[in-house]
């Protein structure tokens, strides 16, 4: 059983982690639960999964939200992997590595087969842990990306993008039609992007929102993309950037194109240089037991 923590991490590589995902995509569907403990305002939230084939991954986070007046990280846990044939523990993996890394994958995944080839200009939206990983993570993909970062707060994003060689922008609306790639990775409970600006052939990204009250991207997005989800399930009814255009009659569940598991017949696809693309990161248990297998197996592939 190996302990695996933040010193792997220059090992780790973005673009073997997103073929690491879509190979996960080739195998039986995840079967995925989670279950929610309460104290007062502290939660721990248990997510698992289990991939015939590949293993399980059981992921407890413990959510205190004074943490932070302690000094401390308001979410903690750990991953834990267990071999698929004797259930047996292989490894515990770095909670918020495992996280980072699924997530930002997540939607590389989702810009590797959405996103115009030729596409450099990037916007992030948001300036926190996420819109800096997600920088790192399109750089992988397209090492001349020209990166701009915009927040609610100007500090912020000038901040980030000092950090990380990117351009800060204060006007949300020429940065959007300016762009080829758009993230969002805010908080946002309202949207802060808006369908008429974007350019055609814009591939969007929209990871933050994930739960019922949150939304990063109007009506009006949704119109005028072609829209593909990560996983159907962990999408559809429990997000509100797409269940609530499904409640009000805005898109049907037919106008979801597609998840990851459409990867292997190849349906999770851009058609034209033209057409808008939207992909929603919902996550889920089952992407977290494939990051920590590729991170797992990275730790043993060093110790051979």
């Not at 015939?52 to 990280?73: C, E, I, M, Q, T």
């Not at 308001?74 to 515990?92: C, F, H, K």
């Not at 600006?197 to 990871?207: A, F, N, R």
Request: aromatic residues 6%; proline residues 5%.
């Amino acid at each position: 059983m190996q302990i695996i923590g933040r010193d792997i991490e220059p090992r780790l590589d973005w673009i073997a982690l997103t073929d690491a995902l879509a190979q996960g995509h080739e195998l039986p569907r995840a079967e995925v639960a989670d279950t929610f403990l309460y104290r007062g305002d502290d939660t721990l939230l248990t997510r698992s999964a289990w991939i015939d084939g590949l293993g399980l991954a059981v992921k407890p986070a413990s959510v205190f939200p004074g943490n932070p007046a302690r000094g401390l990280p308001m979410i903690n846990g750990v991953v834990n992997l267990l071999d698929d044939t004797t259930g047996a523990l292989r490894a515990l993996v770095d909670f918020h590595l495992v996280t980072k890394w699924k997530t930002a994958g997540d939607s590389l995944l989702s810009a590797r087969r959405l996103a115009r080839p030729d596409a450099r200009r990037v916007l992030v939206i948001g300036a926190g842990h996420v819109a800096e990983s997600m920088i790192e993570a399109y750089r992988a993909l397209i090492p001349d990306a020209r990166v701009s970062v915009w927040s609610r707060s100007g500090g912020s994003a000038a901040e980030l993008a000092g950090r990380t060689c990117s351009q800060a922008v204060s006007d949300l609306e020429p940065a959007v039609s300016d762009a080829e790639i758009i993230a969002t990775a805010t908080m946002a409970t309202q949207p802060v992007l808006r369908g008429e600006w974007l350019s055609p052939g814009t591939h969007v990204d929209l990871i933050g929102a994930y739960r019922p009250d949150m939304r990063e991207a109007d009506d009006e997005v949704l119109r005028r993309a072609r829209l593909f989800v990560d996983n159907r399930a962990t999408t559809i009814g429990h997000i509100g950037e797409i269940q609530a255009p499904l409640d009000q009659g805005v898109i049907r569940e037919s106008d979801i194109l597609g998840d990851f598991y459409d990867l292997p017949a190849g349906a999770y696809c851009r058609r034209s240089d033209d057409e808008i693309t939207v992909a929603k990161n919902g996550g889920g248990a089952h992407l977290d037991l494939m990051t920590a297998s590729y991170i797992l197996s990275v730790a043993e592939s060093g110790a051979a």
